[in-house]
């Protein structure tokens, strides 16, 4: 049995006997305890039918209970579901409230966006209809001036019929006039051509000229000195004939006399010492001496290129020779290199050079070189002056110009990138005395298989420089550093400028003989 139950049922136990129980005295003990016996039988059927009752009413309301309890379950569950459904609902508008939240915002930013794109269009549809209206009165302006343009049409072609009968005696006569326009251009272009080499010669000839006198001069100055030094002596010698007869009288004086001899003897000394440096200047060297000079006083030329290739592809090529310091009569001194080791090579097309810079080294130190120029004798020959500041500053040696190269009977070539040398007979040219036709070279001594190029550095035998091979037959003589054109590298070089320089020379080089082409 359940403890509520029986504890509700010792309640209404002790209850009922509370209600029962009599506390008043007896009156009379006999009849007291028959009633008490008869009440009591009465109650106990009446409690057993009352906790019947009750057990039947507990029963019902236990069942009660039950069915209320089953019912509130199943109310529960319902809530449950219920709750768990509004709680994913809950969640599916807190989803679609932060979506609905982000579209808003990005309708904002739309809207805000479109604002400005109509004030935009509004501008626009302004500015379109002023040009609009523009347009409407020029219209109306080129109409009237068609209008008018019609008239003088007409005008136009009634006055071409009378040009038109004009115009074959104009022809005529322009024909005539470019043709002794361009018998005038021929004629003037010979003269130039016979100016310049007229010019060219007479450098030269002046050249010669001022070398000759100052060798005149320097040996009017060396007589001089010695007729001075011989008449100096001859009167030292009397004095001192005269000083040994007085010597003891006149012993300072012949103390004078003894610095002065020694003075003339000194002076005397100098001038061989100037007579045995020209001596050593004219003997004849050896191959070997010229080559390891070119080899212990050389310069390097490094040309770095930006070129146009195939299908308009850009790349960058670098160009190397070797050279020497040339000395000119002015004392000036230049580096020399054929165009065929560099980027403006004759047989290129020069639009596809699109940058060109140039780097000598001269004993280890590297400077950028800012333009080049062209040798008037041959444009395709490069010469670079160099600064006598950085030339001093090199100590290396430098090479005078040979201005008579055929009191030599050979020349000695020197290869463009030292790798051999040998020797070869020449003769000017009778086409041109810039050039020389070299005969074909004698093998080197130190090596068995020379063969002449361009680009070779000719050399007299006195270690004289006396020009650049075009070919393998043949040599320009440089006897000066004329430049026909100037062409600035680096960060000054203009693509079509070059472009245009190179054209030029190109003519200039079909104005050569036909064999050194």
């Given at each position: 049995?359940?403890?509520?139950l029986?504890?509700?049922i010792?309640?209404f136990?002790?209850?009922s006997m509370?209600?029962?129980?009599?506390?008043?005295?007896p009156?009379e003990?006999a009849?007291?305890?028959?009633?008490?016996?008869a009440s009591?039988a009465?109650a106990?059927a009446e409690?057993?039918e009352l906790?019947?009752e009750s057990l039947q009413?507990e029963?019902?309301?236990?069942?009660?209970?039950?069915?209320?309890?089953t019912e509130?379950?199943?109310?529960l569950?319902q809530?449950a579901?219920?709750l768990?459904?509004?709680?994913?609902a809950l969640?599916a508008?807190?989803t679609?409230?932060?979506?609905s939240?982000?579209?808003a915002e990005?309708?904002a930013r739309s809207?805000?966006q479109?604002?400005?794109?109509?004030?935009?269009?509004a501008a626009?549809?302004?500015?379109?209809e002023a040009?609009?209206?523009?347009?409407?009165a020029?219209?109306?302006?080129t109409?009237?001036e068609?209008e008018?343009s019609?008239?003088q049409q007409?005008?136009l072609?009634?006055?071409?019929?009378?040009?038109?009968?004009q115009?074959?005696?104009?022809q005529e006569?322009l024909?005539q006039?470019e043709?002794e326009?361009?018998?005038?251009?021929i004629?003037?272009a010979?003269?130039?051509?016979a100016?310049?080499?007229?010019e060219?010669?007479?450098?030269?000839l002046?050249?010669?000229?001022?070398?000759l006198n100052?060798?005149l001069?320097?040996?009017q100055?060396e007589?001089?000195l010695?007729?001075?030094?011989?008449?100096?002596?001859?009167t030292?010698?009397?004095q001192?004939?005269?000083e040994?007869?007085?010597a003891?009288?006149?012993a300072d004086r012949?103390?004078e006399?003894?610095?002065q001899?020694g003075?003339g003897?000194?002076?005397l000394?100098q001038?061989?010492e100037d007579?045995k440096?020209e001596?050593?200047a004219?003997?004849?060297q050896?191959?070997s001496e010229?080559?390891?000079r070119?080899q212990?006083?050389?310069?390097?030329?490094?040309?770095?290129?930006t070129?146009?290739?195939l299908?308009?592809a850009?790349s960058?090529?670098?160009?190397?020779s070797?050279?020497?310091l040339?000395?000119d009569?002015s004392?000036?001194?230049?580096?020399v290199?054929?165009?065929?080791?560099?980027?403006?090579a004759?047989?290129?097309?020069?639009?596809n050079l699109?940058?060109a810079?140039?780097e000598v080294?001269l004993?280890?130190?590297?400077f950028p070189?800012?333009?080049?120029g062209f040798?008037?004798?041959d444009?395709?020959?490069?010469?670079?002056?160099?600064p006598?500041?950085l030339v001093?500053a090199?100590?290396l040696e430098?090479f005078?110009?040979?201005?008579q190269?055929?009191r030599?009977?050979?020349?000695?070539?020197v290869k463009?990138?030292?790798s051999n040398?040998g020797?070869t007979?020449f003769?000017?040219?009778?086409?041109s005395?810039r050039?020389?036709k070299?005969?074909?070279?004698?093998?080197?001594?130190?090596?068995?298989?020379?063969?002449s190029?361009?680009g070779d550095l000719?050399?007299?035998?006195?270690?004289?420089?006396?020009?650049l091979?075009?070919?393998?037959e043949?040599?320009v003589?440089?006897?000066?550093?004329?430049?026909s054109?100037i062409t600035?590298?680096g960060?000054g070089?203009?693509?079509?400028?070059?472009?245009?320089t190179?054209?030029?020379l190109?003519d200039?080089?079909q104005q050569?003989?036909?064999?050194?082409?």
């Amino acid at each position: 049995m359940n403890k509520t139950l029986m504890l509700v049922i010792c309640d209404f136990l002790l209850l009922s006997m509370l209600a029962l129980a009599r506390f008043d005295p007896p009156e009379e003990a006999a009849t007291a305890t028959l009633d008490a016996t008869a009440s009591s039988a009465t109650a106990e059927a009446e409690l057993i039918e009352l906790l019947e009752e009750s057990l039947q009413s507990e029963l019902s309301s236990r069942q009660n209970l039950t069915e209320d309890l089953t019912e509130t379950r199943e109310s529960l569950q319902q809530k449950a579901r219920a709750l768990a459904e509004r709680e994913a609902a809950l969640e599916a508008t807190q989803t679609d409230l932060a979506a609905s939240t982000a579209q808003a915002e990005e309708l904002a930013r739309s809207k805000a966006q479109i604002e400005a794109e109509q004030a935009a269009l509004a501008a626009e549809k302004a500015r379109l209809e002023a040009e609009s209206t523009q347009l409407a009165a020029r219209f109306d302006r080129t109409r009237t001036e068609l209008e008018a343009s019609k008239s003088q049409q007409v005008e136009l072609v009634s006055t071409l019929g009378q040009l038109k009968a004009q115009s074959s005696v104009t022809q005529e006569k322009l024909n005539q006039t470019e043709e002794e326009l361009i018998a005038r251009e021929i004629a003037l272009a010979e003269r130039e051509a016979a100016l310049k080499a007229a010019e060219a010669d007479k450098a030269a000839l002046q050249a010669e000229r001022e070398t000759l006198n100052r060798q005149l001069e320097v040996a009017q100055a060396e007589r001089r000195l010695l007729e001075q030094n011989l008449t100096q002596e001859q009167t030292e010698k009397q004095q001192l004939q005269e000083e040994k007869e007085l010597a003891f009288a006149r012993a300072d004086r012949l103390t004078e006399n003894v610095s002065q001899l020694g003075q003339g003897v000194s002076t005397l000394t100098q001038a061989s010492e100037d007579i045995k440096k020209e001596i050593e200047a004219a003997r004849p060297q050896t191959m070997s001496e010229i080559f390891t000079r070119f080899q212990n006083h050389r310069a390097s030329l490094r040309f770095t290129a930006t070129e146009r290739g195939l299908f308009g592809a850009e790349s960058i090529k670098t160009y190397e020779s070797k050279s020497i310091l040339i000395r000119d009569e002015s004392g000036a001194t230049y580096l020399v290199t054929h165009s065929a080791n560099s980027p403006f090579a004759f047989g290129k097309n020069a639009n596809n050079l699109l940058a060109a810079s140039l780097e000598v080294s001269l004993a280890n130190r590297r400077f950028p070189v800012s333009q080049i120029g062209f040798l008037s004798a041959d444009p395709r020959i490069l010469f670079v002056p160099l600064p006598q500041s950085l030339v001093d500053a090199s100590g290396l040696e430098t090479f005078p110009l040979a201005l008579q190269p055929e009191r030599w009977e050979e020349a000695v070539l020197v290869k463009n990138d030292e790798s051999n040398f040998g020797r070869t007979g020449f003769r000017r040219l009778t086409e041109s005395e810039r050039f020389l036709k070299m005969d074909r070279p004698a093998l080197g001594q130190l090596f068995a298989d020379f063969a002449s190029s361009r680009g070779d550095l000719a050399f007299t035998k006195n270690s004289q420089f006396i020009g650049l091979l075009t070919d393998t037959e043949h040599a320009v003589v440089i006897n000066d550093f004329l430049a026909s054109a100037i062409t600035r590298l680096g960060k000054g070089f203009d693509p079509e400028q070059n472009a245009a320089t190179l054209d030029r020379l190109r003519d200039r080089l079909q104005q050569l003989p036909q064999k050194v082409r």
